[in-house]
């Protein structure tokens, strides 16, 4: 029997998932719609508020959005202490596990360290130190366009000005929808929240292949690649869908059209990744030649200058195109992430812990990564993904992989809050 199966209320991860499961879920396409301070995440949340409060955790929020839920928080120890934790925002249409399972781990984690379980560390010495179990805010970008807000913003890694200019899709500025929701406000560093943690660890589903064909169910992160998101704005001119000849048009889903292919070639041949996954059109007619086109790119390569060098190169055949279709070009520049390398230190002590698993890069960015990138020795177990689709409802992972990703992340977590 598992630490994380056992059975007793408090420690089943089936009982935590099936809460959770309904809360946002779209029965048509069986996709999760948990959008930032939307109904559907504040329930999330107050799921993750009743956890904590079941188990007498204290939860701490910082004016960002971002919450902390303490075990033995000892006010004589303001540092140093062991967090874990993912986010509980989704995508349009996305998973159920990318962000949750971070976090109903980290629950039946904690009740497997408590029960003390075998797979927990049995012999390990008592846990010197506080652990956190950590939500943070608007991971995903979807509502506000800057992915891992809440941690960027927690940690000085984006300017509270820029957030505060933030508006989502319906014109609602971010601090807004936050009071709407009645969270309290105060956008910037809030170092007290994870009270400079010696270890930052989150557990997260595999957003591709390698563990399913490598034949195991959990892995070690080595690294993030470089990624970020640009708005490309093509300005046209808005006419007559029949009367205008083809050649008298200014029509800018034609540059748009082009600069999605050119963006597609260059990562292929580069061997990066290029995504316009979001478009607005305007008027958005079918009989109006369009006057305005927004397509957002989102692009990542293995390092730094080669990313640069791939967005310089789509941003220039843009230009051409338009140039070409009598069009205009504007790129703006919306989020940006650099390469992290996750604490070596650090991965080899989880390494050596699990023994040995698989190390993987990623090219999925994440709150660790945020963290990692502001100092805070931090890791990240991803848990085999079968369909190695992620940003849809295929994304999956077995039951046993799930209680496997706990009892990993159980013994890391023992490991760790031990010294
Ligand atoms: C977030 O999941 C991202 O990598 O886009
Ligand atoms: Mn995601
Ligand atoms: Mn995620
Ligand atoms: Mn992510």
């Known amino acids: 029997m598992t630490a994380a199966g056992s059975g007793s209320f408090g420690n089943d991860f089936e009982q935590l998932w099936k809460a959770l499961a ?10 999760y719609r948990r959008y930032s301070w939307t109904p559907a995440h504040q329930e999330c949340e107050r799921w993750f508020r009743d956890e904590a409060g079941r188990r007498d955790l204290t939860v701490e929020a910082d004016g960002n959005g971002n919450l902390v839920a303490w075990w033995r928080p000892d006010p004589a120890r303001v540092t140093g202490g062991v967090v874990t934790g993912s986010h509980l925002d989704s995508v349009p249409d996305g998973g159920a ?10 629950f039946a984690a904690l009740d497997a360290i408590r029960a003390g379980g075998a797979a927990a560390g049995a012999g390990a010495s008592a846990p010197t130190r506080p652990l956190g179990i950590a939500v943070f805010a608007e991971e995903e970008g979807a509502r506000f366009g800057v992915p891992c807000l809440g941690s960027r913003l927690l940690t000085g890694a984006l300017e509270p000005d820029r957030a505060r200019g933030l508006r989502d899709a319906d014109g609602v500025p971010l601090t807004d929808a936050m009071e709407r929701a009645g969270v309290p406000v105060d956008l910037g560093p809030a170092p007290g929240l994870l009270r400079a943690p010696s270890a930052f660890v989150e557990l997260h589903v595999e957003q591709g292949r390698a563990l399913a064909d490598l034949g195991a169910p959990v892995a070690v992160a080595r690294d993030i690649w470089p990624h970020g998101r640009w708005r490309f704005e093509f300005g046209g001119r808005a006419d007559h869908a029949g009367t205008t000849a083809m050649a008298d048009r200014h029509d800018p889903m034609l540059t748009y059209a082009m600069t999605a292919l050119a963006a597609n070639k260059r990562a292929r ?5 290029t995504t316009f996954g979001r478009v607005r059109v305007e ?14 790119l989102d692009a990542r390569a293995a390092d730094e200058a080669s990313l640069d060098a791939l967005v310089e190169e789509i941003r220039r055949q843009a230009g ?7 069009t205009r070009l504007e790129v703006h520049p919306e989020s940006w992430t650099p390469r992290v390398e996750f604490d070596v230190r650090l991965r080899d002590r989880v390494a050596a812990r699990l023994g040995s698993p698989p190390v993987l890069s990623t090219q999925a960015g994440h709150d660790a990564g945020i963290l990692a990138a502001a100092g805070i ?3 990240m177990l991803f848990v085999r993904n079968p369909t190695g689709v992620s940003h849809a409802p295929e994304e999956y992972a077995e039951p046993a992989d799930c209680l496997a990703g706990v009892d990993a992340l159980a013994a890391v977590l023992t490991d760790l809050l031990a010294g």
Do not use: E, K
């Open 269 to 273: 041949l580069t061997n990066a990744r």
């Open 97 to 106: 596990y990318d962000g949750p399972l971070g976090v109903v781990s980290a």
């Open 377 to 379: 020795p931090a890791a």
């Open 22 to 31: 309904p809360i946002g879920r779209d029965d048509r396409t069986g996709g």
């Open 320 to 326: 051409d195109r338009a140039q070409r279709d009598g």
């Open 283 to 296: 008027p958005n007619a079918t009989n109006a030649v369009p006057s305005l086109v927004r397509a957002w």
